[in-house]
């Protein structure tokens, strides 16, 4: 079903098309916007005559979709034109959302029915091309039509949510409404959620996300564990562990220097044996302690590369 949109309110028509009004009462008796279709006959310019009534089987279709609310006939639209300035205006006192018309004719591709439907807010027409078999009664088109016509009406005013985590398997809730697991492929109305991914045991996911009509949103994420807090503090750990052993290193190469120079200093009758042992031990306590403040800092760096 390809579908076209152009700026250009109308392109011109070699066909005259016939205008029947679909309107709806809310309980109040006001009309809603969102609701009220302008529905054109689908002109028959075939040799299949079974195919002229299409626009009143769809007429009737349509009334039962819930999409569609409960119509009415209003013939004060000019029946035997195109859609023009007054059909524009008339749209516009009933505060149409859409205008559609269309034509079933006969290509190098077969059969068919080109669909036209004016978007009154945006000023933008969707084109909607419809293949047909000349075995089908007017009454199936119609049905195909209408169904064309529902999804092409459930893209445009709803919105396409595309959800997957990595692991799959994830609930995922729509302002704490569950509405299935990722992977997740569904249509929602637009509005603002809180987006809310829940697996056991990784840690759940809170997002604010915002939808606007006919748009498709794609998300992907990968869920965390309690695993990385944990890694976390042992890279902390691991870094003051690192700084521990620096500063007691620095404190024994300061006992060192000091022993060394008593016992450069040192005068018989001194014991220089026992002068130079503490130094000798300063010394070697001063080795191991940078050398642990370097595993340390290694180790630490490990965690943090991996």
Same mark, same amino acid.
């Given at each position: ?20 009004? @679909?309107?709806? $009462?809310? /309980? ?6 969102? +609701?009220? =279709? !302008? ?5 028959? #310019? ?111 005013? @709803?919105?396409? $949510?595309? /959800? ?6 994830? +609930?995922? =809730? !729509? ?5 299935? #697991? ?114 340390? $800092?290694? /180790? ?7």
């Amino acid at each position: 079903m390809p579908m076209r949109h152009h700026h250009a309110l109308f392109r011109p028509y070699r066909r005259s098309m016939i205008l029947l009004v @679909m309107a709806s $009462l809310s /309980v109040s008796g006001q009309m809603r916007p969102e +609701a009220i =279709l !302008l529905l054109g006959c689908i002109r028959n #310019e075939t040799t299949h005559r079974e195919y002229d009534g299409i626009h009143t089987a769809l007429n009737r279709l349509l009334a039962d979709l819930s999409q569609f609310p409960r119509t009415i006939l209003d013939t004060a639209v000019r029946v035997d034109s195109f859609p023009d300035e007054a059909s524009l205006f008339r749209a516009r006192d009933m505060n149409a959302a859409y205008m559609m018309w269309g034509v079933v004719d006969s290509s190098e591709s077969g059969p068919g029915i080109t669909i036209d439907i004016l978007n009154m807010g945006q000023g933008t027409v969707s084109h909607i091309r419809i293949s047909i078999n000349w075995n089908e009664s007017g009454d199936a088109v119609a049905e195909t039509v209408r169904s064309k016509l529902q999804l092409w009406l459930q893209r445009t005013t @709803m919105v396409q $949510l595309i /959800v997957t985590t990595r692991p799959p398997a994830a +609930a995922v =809730l !729509l302002d704490d409404a569950s509405i299935g #697991e990722t992977p997740f492929e569904g249509m929602l109305h637009p509005g603002t959620y809180r987006l809310e991914l829940k697996k056991k045991p990784f840690l759940p996911m809170h997002i604010p996300v915002s939808f606007i009509s006919g748009n498709t949103y794609q998300y992907d994420f990968a869920l965390s564990t309690d695993e990385k807090k944990t890694d976390k503090r042992s890279v902390v750990g691991w870094l003051s562990l690192s700084v521990a052993c620096l500063g007691a290193g620095g404190g024994a190469h300061w006992q060192y220097d000091r022993a060394r120079e008593r016992y450069r200093e040192a005068i018989p009758p001194a014991d220089f044996d026992r002068l130079y042992n503490r130094a000798i031990v300063w010394e070697i306590g001063r080795d191991i302690l940078f050398a642990a403040a370097g595993a340390a $800092l290694g /180790v630490m760096m490990v965690r943090v590369v991996f």
